[in-house]
């Protein structure tokens, strides 16, 4: 499978939670990154965690990191409609020689009023 | 003050022609990078530039080319285009490779 997974599509209602979802393969990954894309423009460095870290909360972003299971995943509190994009998990994947992040595939986030 | 910028943001060209993207950063960044995203929105990394080292992702084809004239800017030239690099090409630069990349907003590169 690909370096870094994510489920495609995750649709929630507005105010409700949402949890998005990231494996990875790299046993050696030092920092992990959540971004967001809208439409038609770049990617935001939302939030990271260093692995030596198992959550780390940023305002109604929430990182939990599992290194044991290679998982990752963002919460994202009193989901609002402004928040309907692509999510992308990253990591630098220093066992693949890659000297540049290794991004997932994005879990595309659709919020409904 | 955009942090990093890339012109045109879209460019249309026949296949066979050659094309560059430019891309400068102003964050004092060590390193640069080009990403290419394709229609399903897979990012894949293409270049890493720093200190004059060249990391090139051994799936580029040899007709896309990096230039980086100094620190703040990296440019990508392609030669041939062929349809199916028609995809969105993205900038990037951070402080230390392979940490927190900064990207621009992206050049959306359509090939006919």
């Known amino acids: 499978g690909e370096d870094v997974e994510q489920s495609l599509f995750l649709s929630v209602r507005e105010g409700d939670s949402s949890v998005i979802n990231c494996t990875y393969t790299d046993s050696s990954s030092t920092y992990l990154y959540w971004y967001k894309q809208e439409p038609g423009a770049g990617l935001q460095l939302l939030t990271y965690?260093?692995?030596?870290?198992d959550m780390k909360q940023d305002q109604r972003l929430t990182v939990l990191l599992n290194k044991k299971d290679k998982h990752l995943s963002l919460r994202i509190a009193d989901t609002q409609t402004g928040d309907s994009a692509i999510y992308f998990c990253?990591?630098?994947?220093?066992?693949?020689?890659?000297?540049?992040?290794?991004f997932g595939s994005g879990t595309r986030l659709q919020v409904q009023p | 003050d955009t942090a990093v910028s890339q012109t045109p943001k879209y460019l249309v060209t026949q296949m066979g022609n050659d094309k560059s993207i430019k891309c400068e950063q102003n964050l004092g960044h060590d390193t640069m990078y080009w990403y290419k995203q394709d229609s399903k929105k897979f990012l894949k990394i293409m270049f890493s530039y720093n200190n004059k080292e060249l990391i090139i992702n051994e799936t580029v084809p040899n007709r896309f080319s990096p230039k980086s004239p100094d620190k703040a800017h990296l440019n990508l030239h392609i030669n041939s285009l062929e349809l199916g690099d028609s995809a969105v090409y993205f900038c990037?630069?951070?402080?230390?490779?392979?940490?927190?990349?900064?990207f621009g907003q992206g050049t959306r590169l359509t090939v006919v």
């Open positions: 990253a990591a630098l994947l220093l066992d693949t020689g890659r000297r540049a992040l290794t």
């Open positions: 965690i260093f692995s030596n870290m």
């Open positions: 990037a630069s951070s402080q230390v490779l392979g940490t927190e990349a900064f």
